[in-house]
C-alpha cells in the first residue's frame, strides 16, 4: 500500500518531478561521459607510452641503467629472447643496442639515444613500422639507413634522404661517428619517439660499438590480460642476473596516474551526486511543506510516524529510480558511440602532443563504473531523502489539520 501511495504522490506535481528526474538523468551522463572522456586519456596515455615505447617488461644487464654504458650488455641476449618468444602469455620480444650520443645535420646538433633495432621483431612489439609518416621502414636505402622522429627532424631542419652524423663513445670508450641517410620519419605523440629517439639497424650500430653482435635491452609485449608477474618471475628463475622490470616500475609515473584518475572519478561523483542531493531534497521538502494538512490527517487517522517516514523515504527512491537507468543507458551509448568513432581534438593536437597525447580520444569505462554509480544514486536518494522525511514526522497532527 506505501508504494503505491508513494508512486502516486511523485506524479502529483509532475512538472517538478520531471525536472528532478531530469536533473538526475544528466547528472548521472555527464559522471559517466566525464569519467570516460577522462579514463580515455589516461588509457590513450598508458597505451602509447607502454605499446609504442617501454613494452610491459624490460630486461637489462643491472650496471647499464647506472650509466648507459655500451660495456655493460646482456650475456646471450639475442638467444634468451628468442626462449622468451615462445613462452604462453608472450606476444613479443625484441632485442635493442643502445648507445647515447649526438646527432647532428649540417645546421645543427642534438643529444640522441640510438637505438639498434630488430627489425622484424621491433615492428611487432612496438609497431615502429606503422608510425612512419614519411618514407619506408628500413627500405630504399641499403647503407646505414635511420628513422627519426618529426620533432627531431625539425629541429634538425633535415627531410627525407638527408644525412646525419651520429657520434658517441664505442665499446673500447673512442670517440666513433658514422653518417647515416634518414629512410623515414615517425609521427608518435610520445615525446621521446618524436624528440628523443633515432632508430638504426642493430647490425649498422654494433659494428661502430666494436663490442660484437651485442644486445642491450630485451622488450617484452605481452598479451592482453596476462600476469606479467608471472613471466617476471619465470625469467628470474631461468636467467637470475639479469635486470627484470615491469612497467610499473620503469615507468613509476604512469602507474600514479592510474590511481590517481581513481581518486579523481571519486572527486567527479561526489560533485555531481552532491548537486544531486540537494535538488533532490529541495523538491521533497516542498512537497512535504505543501501535504501538511495531508500528512497530519493521516497521523490524526492512526499512521504511524514510521510508516510516513517510509512513504517519504520511498518517493525519492522512485525519483533516482526512475532517473538513473535513463542516465545509465544515454551514458552507456554516448561512450559506445566515441568508442568507435573517437572524440577529435585535432585543434588542439600541438597542445595535446607535447604532453604525449594522440588528438583523437577513445573514451572508454570499466563495467564497474556502472555499478558504481548506480550504487551511488541509490544511496544519493536515500541520504537525500532523510531530512524532508525526518521533517514530516515532526509535524503535530492537531497543527497540521489547522495549518491553511
Known amino acids: 500500500m506505501l508504494v503505491k501511495i508513494a508512486w502516486k504522490n511523485v506524479w502529483r506535481s509532475r512538472s517538478r518531478s520531471l525536472v528532478v528526474i531530469g536533473s538526475i538523468i544528466v547528472g548521472v551522463w555527464a559522471l559517466l561521459f566525464g569519467s570516460g572522456f577522462m579514463n580515455g586519456f589516461l588509457v590513450s596515455y598508458m597505451a602509447n607510452i607502454i605499446n609504442h615505447d617501454i613494452s610491459n617488461i624490460q630486461i637489462h644487464n643491472p650496471k647499464f641503467k647506472q650509466d648507459f654504458d655500451v660495456r655493460y650488455f646482456i650475456a646471450n641476449g639475442k638467444a634468451k629472447a628468442a626462449a622468451v618468444r615462445q613462452w604462453p602469455g608472450v606476444r613479443g620480444a625484441t632485442t635493442r643496442t643502445i648507445v647515447s650520443g649526438m646527432i647532428s645535420s649540417p645546421k645543427k646538433a642534438a643529444g640522441v639515444q640510438i637505438r639498434g633495432v630488430d627489425l622484424k621483431n621491433e615492428a611487432l612489439v612496438t609497431r615502429l613500422d606503422s608510425m612512419v609518416a614519411e618514407g619506408t621502414y628500413f627500405t630504399g636505402i641499403k647503407r646505414n639507413p635511420i628513422i627519426i622522429g618529426s ?25 666513433t661517428a658514422g653518417a647515416f ?66 612497467w610499473r616500475e620503469l615507468a613509476p609515473e604512469l602507474a600514479v596516474m592510474n590511481e590517481m584518475y581513481g ?42 510516524k514510521a510508516r510516513v517516514y517510509l512513504m517519504i523515504m520511498i518517493e525519492t527512491v522512485f525519483l533516482g529510480v526512475a532517473g538513473a537507468p535513463i542516465g545509465l543507458l544515454a551514458g552507456w551509448l554516448t561512450i559506445y558511440y566515441f568508442r568507435m568513432h573517437g572524440v577529435d581534438l585535432s ?15 577513445y573514451p572508454y569505462l570499466d563495467n564497474q ?18 531530512y524532508p522525511a525526518w521533517k514530516a514526522i515532526k509535524l503535530k497532527p492537531v497543527e497540521a489539520l489547522h495549518k491553511l
Open 151 to 175: 620533432r627531431m627532424a625539425e629541429n634538425l631542419g633535415v627531410k627525407l634522404r638527408s644525412k646525419v652524423v651520429l657520434t658517441f663513445n664505442d665499446g673500447h670508450g673512442n670517440i
Open 181 to 246: 641517410r634518414i629512410v623515414g620519419i615517425v609521427e608518435s605523440s610520445s615525446v621521446a619517439i618524436s624528440e628523443t629517439y633515432a632508430f638504426v639497424r642493430q647490425q649498422d650500430l654494433t659494428k661502430l660499438v666494436a663490442l660484437g653482435d651485442i644486445v642491450h635491452e630485451i622488450a617484452i609485449l605481452t598479451q592482453p590480460q596476462t600476469d606479467e608477474a608471472a613471466i617476471i618471475t619465470r625469467y628470474r628463475q631461468t636467467y637470475n642476473h639479469d635486470l627484470v622490470e615491469s
Open 263 to 304: 581518486n579523481m572519478l571519486y572527486v567527479l561523483m561526489g560533485i555531481i551526486l552532491t548537486a544531486l542531493v540537494f535538488g533532490i531534497v529541495n523538491t521533497m521538502l516542498m512537497a512535504v511543506l505543501e501535504r501538511f494538512r495531508e500528512l497530519g490527517m493521516l497521523m490524526a487517522v492512526g499512521m504511524n
Open 369 to 386: 563504473v556502472y555499478f558504481i554509480v548506480t550504487l551511488g544514486v541509490v544511496v544519493t536518494a536515500l541520504v537525500s531523502a532523510l
Open 347 to 361: 585543434n588542439y593536437s600541438e597542445g595535446l602532443e607535447a604532453f604525449g597525447y594522440s588528438a583523437l580520444l
